[in-house]
């Protein structure tokens, strides 16, 4: 178990926030307008603003050579398949229960570090992971019936979550000896000309100029994902064990899912309740300090 800074869980509780709002706005922005472009668009408005807080901060832009093959791949597995993917599966799918489906992550991750790393994970780890994917089996259940007729967005979102899974693996094992920031913006900058390709391929004859409504969603995305959410994430993910950061971020769905209810009328069922108490419990095993470091805190020193 990892203790985190006060840094670390204020950037926890904001990307949780941003994030979890986002699930319902993303899903009004690409309702009548085309969804690679609505991506492109944020990133392109987004990037910028990066490249600013970079320049400010003095932090250098250059990835040495030798290290362009990891970023491609880091950039693949972390961007490219979750940004192309989960935008177009929202198309079809409710907001909140796309949150859902893409907060698999976490379950993916365990996996995906005890199999093909060898990371050891306690008892209380392994409760946390039933526990995440309990919480999602709940909050699917009255979909099963639309998610079987919806059988590609379901596919996209479950392959976008796995590889997003691995690549979090991975950015906690890169040897970029870069800071956070530096990768941070070449992940997104290299996403934004895929995406730019991408839309100019398929979208280019539903290009239209978007309405009040979607320059909002895209304001929020540009800023708040993909200037702030994005790279805070790629930092924790960066700095903490990647249980720890995986899990701790379950509360994002629930957010989905009940501010898709308030917001786009979604319906709210009893599983849905039950979710949020199975995702705390997630949340907990991998935040909550364990017994012996708490004693040691709460120990008085001796003189």
């Known amino acids: 178990m990892h203790a985190l800074t006060r840094q670390q869980l204020v950037l926890l509780v904001l990307v949780t926030l941003v994030w979890g709002i986002n699930w319902p706005i993303m899903k009004y922005g690409v309702t009548g307008f085309p969804p690679l472009t609505f991506r492109t668009i944020c990133m392109w408005l987004g990037l910028p603003v990066l490249a600013l807080v970079l320049w400010r901060r003095r932090v250098p832009f250059r990835i040495p050579r030798e290290h362009w093959p990891e970023l491609a791949l880091l950039t693949v597995l972390n961007m490219l398949f979750w940004h192309t993917l989960a935008i177009l599966a929202i198309q079809t799918l409710s907001s909140g229960r796309s949150a859902i489906l893409g907060y698999t992550m976490p379950v993916f991750s365990a996996l995906a570090g005890a199999w093909w790393f060898g990371q050891r994970l306690s008892a209380r780890a392994w409760g946390g992971v039933a526990a995440a ?8 259940w009255h979909e099963l019936t639309q998610l079987s007729g919806k059988p590609l ?8 979550a796995a590889t997003w899974a691995l690549g979090t693996q991975l950015l906690r094992r890169t040897r970029i000896p ?4 530096t990768i941070s913006f070449w992940l997104i900058a290299i996403t934004t000309v895929w995406m730019t390709v991408l839309s100019v391929l398929f979208e280019r004859d539903a290009w239209a100029w978007p309405g009040t409504g979607i320059w909002w969603a895209i304001v929020y995305n540009a800023l708040g994902v993909f200037a702030f959410a994005q790279v805070a994430w790629l930092s924790l993910a960066r700095e903490l064990p990647p249980i720890a950061s995986t899990l701790s971020v379950m509360f994002i769905p629930v957010l989905g899912v009940f501010s898709g209810a308030w917001w786009l009328g979604e319906v709210l069922h009893w599983q849905d309740w039950a979710a949020i108490v199975l995702v705390m419990v997630a949340i907990a ?17 001796g003189g």
């Open 133 to 140: 994917a309990l919480g999602v089996g709940l909050l699917l």
């Open 153 to 160: 967005g379901v596919v996209m979102m479950l392959v976008a």
């Open 285 to 301: 095993s991998v935040l909550w300090p364990p017994r012996s470091a708490a004693a040691r805190v709460a120990a008085p020193r």
């Open 178 to 181: 870069q800071p956070t920031l």
